[in-house]
Structures are given as C-alpha cells and as structure tokens.
Nanobody
Framework: QVHLVESGGGLVQAGGSLILSCAASVRTFSNYAMGWFRQAPGLERVFVAALSPSGGTNYCNDSVMGRFTISRDNAKDTVALQMNSLNPEDTAVYYC?????????????????????WGQGTQVTVSS
C-alpha cells in the first residue's frame, strides 16, 4: 500500500489552468505506475491520465488529450497533473492512484480496478 496525498485543487474560471500534485509515501516510488482519475457528482470515477514507473509511457483520456499533461519526479516521489484550458465539464474530485509493477518500467494502467492505492481526492471546480 502506498499513502497518497493530493493537493492543488481549487476554483478556476473556464479557460484557466491548475496543477495538481500527488505526494507518495512509499519505499520505492519508481516501481509504481501512477494514474489520475476524476469523479463528478452523481457519476462514476473515470480515468484521466496514467504514467509508467519510468515516466517513459503515458496515456490520457480523449476528453483531456492536448489539455492535460501527467508527469512525475521519481526523486521527489511526486506525480503531477497539469491542466490547461479548463472547462466546466472538468469539474470533479480528482484522485491520484498507484499500482506496483515491480521491475516493469513501462507499464501503464487505465482502469480503476488496476490500481491498489488511492488518495483522498482534491476538488477542482471550473466556473463558466
């Protein structure tokens, strides 16, 4: 299990930007694939972006492609989600997730059930 803490959420106007950060407490962060998911009120938690342990492979949901960027700093045990051109449909609680991959540095996971550990979430609200 990995302890994850998200930060950086808040209220932003449409067209604006936010950077979410997730800090991990784990012995070997570089062995973990990371992902971001979001959950809007009354809806299921859905995949946003994922990144391999090495940072060399990433994948984004089509709805955020070209606007959101996932990155990680294995020296600081953090993963970030840069969100640009935000619109009201991006309003949700954003969750960071981790999945151990052992010695497989290029694996990414895009399904909720693939992840073992979750943060508590951070609220992002985009006003029109």
């Amino acid at each position: 299990q990995v302890h994850l803490v998200e930060s950086g959420g808040g209220l932003v106007q449409a067209g604006g930007s936010l950077i979410l950060s997730c800090a991990a407490s784990v012995r070997t962060f570089s062995n973990y694939a990371m992902g971001w998911f979001r959950q809007a009120p009354g809806l299921e938690r859905v995949f946003v972006a994922a990144l391999s342990p090495s940072g060399g492979t990433n994948y984004c949901n089509d709805s955020v492609m070209g606007r959101f960027t996932i990155s990680r700093d294995n020296a600081k045990d953090t993963v970030a989600l840069q969100m640009n051109s935000l619109n009201p449909e991006d309003t949700a609680v954003y969750y960071c997730a981790a999945r151990g991959t052992g010695a497989l540095p290029y694996q990414v996971f895009t399904t909720r059930v693939s992840y073992e550990s979750w943060g508590q979430g951070t609220q992002v609200t985009v006003s029109s």
